[in-house]
Every structure is written in structure tokens, then in C-alpha cells.
């Protein structure tokens, strides 16, 4: 009987800590600023909603998760929205408290934003078992370090299907990516439609995959779609540089006073088009010939009740004169009183791809722990600058979800080790150092989503914290370049 007693303690005490094993192996990214798991859960089966904020997204994500709403539930979903977090230290209209027990999941937030976030956070802890739906319970209070965390598409030079670009924007907003920076134009085309002057997107006017652009009403139509998905969409339209496409048009560089006029009726028709805050301007890899040009469309955009973007180093400002600067080169420097987004070596077409995820997790966005009324945050860059005519190889050859993810926790969450700088791409040798441990745990998470989120999608990353690299000698030819590399003649485990 004693044996018996012992061997039922003994399964109850492992039964125990293998609860909390699983209550504390969640798959979050980015991960939470404060997270405190519980070893109950929530079933997704018929809840109430007792509040009807994003009332919509909430019956749709019920339905996802294989449930009902019925007025009749036990189970509810209580959704607050009050005038303050007061705990938060920053970004509040962004942050959430969310709190998931067995019969109740509750979020607060200050805005429908951060109910957002908190639905996305709540999607990454749903599990199904056997066609049902579980809510792991937690309490997690969050909000991200920096208020900018984005992804650039260069369409000028390459054109993006809308449906690829929805396919992303859709997916990069469960991982709290909340700016689509929109590259329109360049020197190879102007891939926004214009109605006042039609010329501009005929085919006879770019260089490559020409009759390639898109329509006034397919933009507007994306600007939705990225409010539906609570993402902030950032048109720009390059100036006076990255222009040929232009001037082959209309004879006219843009400094000229001609090409004055023209562009100021074409940024008539963009900010008509886009309703959203701000117009990217470029300025960026240009001789300015026309002291008036930028000063001037500054000036021009903000009345038409637009913020302004510039590229920095570009056009230079003095606080005031520019909403916002984006940092993209070593000698762009952020300027107090002027907001700056760090583009800095954020860029994704180095082709160094298993590297590169390494320097991003690790990257402090412009060296600092977290975001300030100058420091907005970060956004990765994809220049396409190379023609590649599949969508599909743009995105798997640039690891364009991975290193995604990698800045979507980062500028979540804040922190990092290192300005690329250091280690840069080279993990440490030593497994049990914190830096090693840390990105493995950012690996296994990644790779849960490669499987569980991204099915179907190119995802180019395998597990690469197992391997060990033992590098050789250049192989000794004698001078003779005919002379065969051992491998070639005979495949084995090892060489001498």
C-alpha cells in the first residue's frame, strides 16, 4: 500500500510539473513584455461577448477558432477600452493587458489598436485538440518599444502583384508589424496610375515589365486593406532623384520649373488618392540644382494636409522643416526634434540570408534600448533591385519572412545586444552563453511558425543552432589547378 501511495505521489507531482512545462512553452513573437502563464485554459466552444469593440474581427476570430458566439455562453470575452494604462511606460495606444482563465478572457487597452494586438497575441496561444479550441491561460501585459515597426516594398523597380502584397501585409500584422512603406516610383517606372497625365505609365516610358503599375483604385483599395489590419500604409513618390522614369516622360527634370509644375499636379492626384497621415518624398542620392525644390514640396504636401518623410542623408533640415526623417546609410544620423526611422543596414538584399537573421535579432535599432519622440523605430527594406520576375523567389531569395520576424520582435520588444558591430552574423561558439540561448529560443519559436502559421508560404529558414562548422585549409594543389579535391572521387564521413 505504502509502494502504491509513493508511485500515486510520484505521478501526481510529474503530472504537475509537466502542466507547468507546457503552461511555459508558448510560441509568442514577438514575445511579450511581461508574461505570466497559468495552468488553466479557455475552450473556444460558444462565448459570450459582452463588449462590442472590432465586434466584427471577434466573431471572425471565434469562427477561425472553431466556436460560436451565443448569447446563452458561460464563456466570455470582455473587451475595455479606458481612458489610460497608467502602468504602461510607453506607447500606450498600442499597449494591452490581457488576462485568458477558464471561463473568461479579458482585454483593456486604450485604443481599438491595441485590441488588435491583443487578438493577435491570443491567436499565437490558441491550440486545437481534436477539432476543438484552447486558449492557454495567461496574464500578459504589453505594449512595443517603438512606435515604427515596418517593412518596405521597392515595387518601383519590380512590380508586386496586389494580392502577393495583401498576402504579407495580412501576415506580418499577426506578428505586430504596423507600417507598409510602398516604394511607388523609381528610375525604371512610375508604377502609380495617373489619370491627369496617362503617359507616365505607358509602357514606352519604363524599362522594366512595362505596363506594370497600379490604379488609383487598387491603391485606395490597399490603404483599406491595411486599416482592416491596423497597419499604417506610407506612399512614397521619389524626389527629385531615382526619376528617369520622369523625365522620359515629360522632358523635364523635376528641379526644372516645368517639372515643378507637373509634379505638384501629380502630388494633387497622390494625396487625393491616399488617405492616410504621411507621403514619403525621398530626397535621397541626388544633386540638388534648385535650392526652392524641397523646401517647396515640403511645403506643398503639408497643405494638403499630409506629414512628410526624407530620406536622410538627403535634403538637410532643421527641426520643423520635416515631420520625419529614415535614416538608410552608415553617415544618416537621427537630429533631435526631427522623429527618424532607422533603415540603417536594414536591408534584405545582401543575399547573406542565415546571416543576416542573426545581426537583425541581435541589431539595438540606432543602438538604443527602446523608442523616443526621436527615435521612431525601424523598418526593413526590400530593394529590388535585380530582376527577379516570380514573386515567390523575391521573397524565399531576400528570407524575406524570417528576417521579418526577426525585426518584428525586436522592435517590438526592444533591447539587443549590438549595433552590427560586434558578432554581427557569427552566432557565439559558446552554447550557454545568454546570447546563444537567446536567439535559439527566438529559432524554435520561428520554426513553430514556419509550420504552424506560414504553411504554403516561402519561408526559407532551417534550424541552424545544431550545426558546427569545422572550416579547412584551401585545399593543397601542388600548383596544379587539374589536381581533384578529394570529395569529388569519393564521398566520405572525413578527410585528411
Not at 479579458?106 to 491583443?118: I, K, N, P, Q
Request: proline share 5%.
Amino acid at each position: 500500500m505504502k509502494n502504491k501511495f509513493i508511485l500515486l505521489i510520484y505521478f501526481i507531482i510529474n503530472l504537475y510539473t509537466s502542466s507547468v512545462a507546457k503552461a511555459g512553452d508558448n510560441h509568442l513573437l514577438p514575445q511579450p513584455q511581461k508574461f505570466t502563464p497559468s495552468h488553466t485554459s479557455f475552450q473556444v466552444n460558444k462565448v459570450m461577448l459582452s463588449t462590442p469593440v472590432l465586434q466584427q474581427e471577434w466573431e471572425a476570430f471565434i469562427a477561425e477558432m472553431s466556436g460560436t458566439v451565443s448569447p446563452k455562453a458561460t464563456a466570455v470575452i470582455e473587451v475595455r477600452l479606458l481612458p489610460s494604462l497608467p502602468e504602461i511606460p510607453m506607447n500606450r495606444d498600442e499597449a494591452y493587458r490581457l488576462n485568458v482563465t477558464k471561463k473568461r478572457i479579458t482585454v483593456e487597452a486604450v485604443t481599438e489598436r491595441g485590441v488588435y494586438w491583443a487578438m493577435q497575441t491570443l491567436r499565437q496561444l490558441a491550440e486545437k485538440r481534436n477539432s476543438k479550441t484552447q486558449i492557454q491561460g495567461a496574464e500578459i501585459v504589453d505594449w512595443p518599444a517603438f512606435r515604427i515597426r515596418g517593412f518596405m516594398q521597392d515595387v518601383g523597380r519590380s512590380y508586386i502583384s496586389l494580392e502577393e502584397l495583401k498576402r504579407e501585409i495580412a501576415a506580418l500584422a499577426q506578428f505586430k508589424i504596423n507600417v507598409f512603406h510602398w516604394h511607388l516610383t523609381e528610375n525604371q517606372s512610375w508604377r502609380l496610375e495617373s489619370k491627369i497625365f496617362p503617359m507616365l505609365n505607358d509602357s514606352v516610358n519604363t524599362t522594366r515589365m512595362p505596363g506594370k503599375y497600379y490604379t488609383l483604385e487598387e491603391a485606395k483599395e490597399l490603404v483599406a486593406f491595411c486599416k482592416a489590419h491596423h497597419m499604417t500604409l506610407i506612399p512614397e513618390i521619389d524626389m527629385p532623384g531615382h526619376s528617369a522614369a520622369f523625365i522620359r516622360t515629360f522632358r523635364h527634370d523635376m528641379q526644372s520649373p516645368e517639372g515643378m509644375k507637373i509634379l505638384k499636379l501629380l502630388l494633387d492626384e497622390v494625396c487625393e488618392t491616399f488617405d492616410v497621415p504621411y507621403l514619403h518624398i525621398g530626397t535621397d542620392e541626388v544633386q540638388f540644382t534648385n535650392p526652392r525644390f524641397v523646401p517647396e514640396m515640403v511645403s506643398y504636401v503639408r497643405s494638403k494636409g499630409k506629414k512628410v518623410i526624407s530620406w536622410n542623408p538627403g535634403w538637410h533640415y532643421k527641426p520643423g522643416e520635416i515631420d520625419m526623417t529614415q535614416l538608410w546609410s552608415y553617415r544618416g544620423k537621427a537630429q533631435e526634434g526631427i522623429p527618424a526611422i532607422d533603415s540603417r543596414f536594414h536591408y534584405l538584399n545582401h543575399f547573406d540570408t542565415f546571416g543576416d537573421i542573426v545581426a537583425l535579432y541581435n541589431s539595438r535599432v540606432y543602438n538604443k534600448e527602446q523608442g523616443s519622440d526621436d527615435l521612431a523605430g525601424t523598418i526593413l527594406a526590400i530593394w529590388n533591385d535585380r530582376l527577379i520576375d516570380s514573386e515567390w523567389d523575391m521573397i524565399i531569395e531576400n528570407n524575406f519572412y524570417p528576417n521579418m520576424l526577426a525585426v518584428a520582435e525586436r522592435a517590438w520588444k526592444g533591447g539587443g545586444t549590438e549595433y552590427f558591430d560586434k558578432n554581427a552574423t557569427i552566432l557565439p561558439s559558446d552554447e550557454q552563453s545568454e546570447l546563444f540561448k537567446s536567439f535559439a529560443d527566438f529559432e524554435r519559436r520561428l520554426l513553430w511558425h514556419k509550420e504552424h502559421t506560414f504553411a504554403g508560404y516561402p519561408f526559407a529558414y532551417v534550424r541552424q543552432t545544431n550545426v558546427k562548422w569545422n572550416i579547412t585549409d584551401a585545399f593543397p594543389n601542388g600548383g596544379d589547378l587539374t589536381k581533384s579535391f578529394p570529395p569529388e572521387e569519393s564521398l566520405r564521413d572525413s578527410y585528411t
